[in-house]
């Protein structure tokens, strides 16, 4: 789950991480009286919303006075901000971080994530802050620095001091910037975190160390333990197809293409997805519909994917397991029959009750393709999808 800036610093402020004072703002008028409130020589006006490259795209202004930040919220309220994160169709800003602003001595990269190939908290940091990190990891590999944490220890005082030297951090500041490594690990431990990124992390010009930007964002399985997190979700910035698919616990990603895509099981999606696009078609999702899932979630999965208008046509893959083909079949057969089904549909069944599963989309009437393998399931949907808009199957 994904949180604002505005939410992350207020966690982060919690844990003694030193951040910018600051306030949301949802009006014009509310942004001046923040303004008015913090004492500054300069404020900035942030655009929330869940994505990154507001700064590039026009949604972070530096205002010099109270009324200059009540113009720049009329300005940025109520506008759709596409970054390189948002897609073509963007994100509306309804919600405006107003903060001091701050005298920038020198900016950093630092970060944390759980490393799944060491299975531990890996710390990352870079001299070169207020970048892409990937950027960075790509140019000048030199400059990434990568500590692994010991779980049974945690982020050990002499890990983060060994940090702060390797990225630069002056003399003077190496205590501050220790303490704000150890505070900023407490958090993403205690909050249950996927990443927690500070970038950047800047140096003053009147030598603190601050979290100038914050991305926190939280393992979905960790939830049950933080309502106070569950709280601060914004469904706004969260696609409806998406929010949908969450209440019925099923795994739904939108993507840019036409053909809807149902499976079960994380890695088969992958392998599904690859293969489309083998046979040169785009996947318009990743539906997940995991392994134990009943009629009624298939239905809902199904027409979770005939909702999507760009879908041109459907592909079913499903290994059955203890996820049984008789149960995917009747699902779909179910939400055809209800919402009409008037793009081609191509199912692949293997694994358990196969033959039952077959029978009972034999026994439909309805025009279903069946496959024998994933490759014949992909070349077939892609053939019947270009067919459909009048091209050639590649």
């Not at 249950?192 to 030598?207: F, W, Y």
């Not at 964002?217 to 969450?246: M, P, Q, T, V, W």
């Not at 293969?275 to 009943?294: E, M, R, T, W, Y």
Request: charged fraction near 25%.
């Amino acid at each position: 789950m994904n949180i604002h800036e505005y939410q992350g610093k207020q966690i982060l402020r919690k844990y003694g991480v030193a951040v910018p004072l600051g306030y949301v703002a949802f009006t014009p008028e509310q942004a001046a009286e923040a303004a008015k409130s913090i004492q500054s020589d300069t404020w900035v006006v942030k655009a929330q919303i869940h994505a990154g490259g507001r700064g590039k795209a026009g949604g972070v202004k530096v205002a010099r006075t109270p009324d200059q930040v009540a113009a720049y919220a009329k300005e940025l309220l109520g506008k759709v901000l596409v970054t390189h994160q948002t897609g073509p169709e963007g994100q509306e800003i309804k919600r405006l971080l107003i903060e001091e602003g701050s005298d920038i001595e020198k900016e950093y990269y630092l970060g944390l994530i759980l490393d799944r190939n060491s299975s531990r908290i890996t710390v990352i940091a870079s001299s070169e802050g207020g970048v892409d990190i990937e950027e960075v990891a790509s140019k000048s590999p030199e400059k990434i620095v990568r500590e692994q944490v010991d779980p049974l220890i945690g982020l050990a005082s002499f890990q983060a001091r060994r940090i702060a030297y390797d990225i630069g951090i002056p003399d003077e500041q190496i205590n501050q910037a220790v303490k704000f490594m150890l505070s900023l690990y407490r958090v993403f431990v205690e909050k249950d975190c996927s990443i927690a990124e500070i970038n950047p992390l800047v140096l003053t010009r009147t030598g603190k160390i601050l979290a100038l930007d914050a991305k926190l964002n939280f393992d979905d399985n960790g939830l049950y333990r933080h309502k106070e997190i569950l709280d601060l979700r914004d469904i706004d910035e969260e696609d409806k197809k998406e929010i949908e698919a969450s209440e019925y616990g099923l795994n739904y990603i939108a993507l840019d293409g036409n053909i809807g895509c149902m499976v079960n099981g994380a890695g088969l999606a992958m392998a599904t997805m690859d293969i489309v696009k083998s046979f040169h078609g785009n996947p318009a999702n990743f539906l997940d519909v995991g392994g134990g899932a009943s009629k009624e979630k298939v239905e809902a999965a199904f027409r979770l994917i005939l909702s999507d208008s760009n879908v041109r046509g459907i592909l079913v893959n499903i290994f059955g397991g203890i996820m049984k083909c008789d149960v995917i079949a009747e699902g779909i057969v179910a939400a055809t029959e209800s919402v009409g089904l008037n793009v081609p549909l191509v199912v692949r069944l293997e694994g358990t009750n196969v033959a039952r599963g077959k029978e009972i989309l034999r026994r439909s009437g309805l025009d279903i393709k069946s496959a024998a393998t994933m490759a014949d399931a992909a070349e077939k949907i892609v053939l019947l999808v270009n067919q459909a808009a009048g091209g050639v199957a590649k």
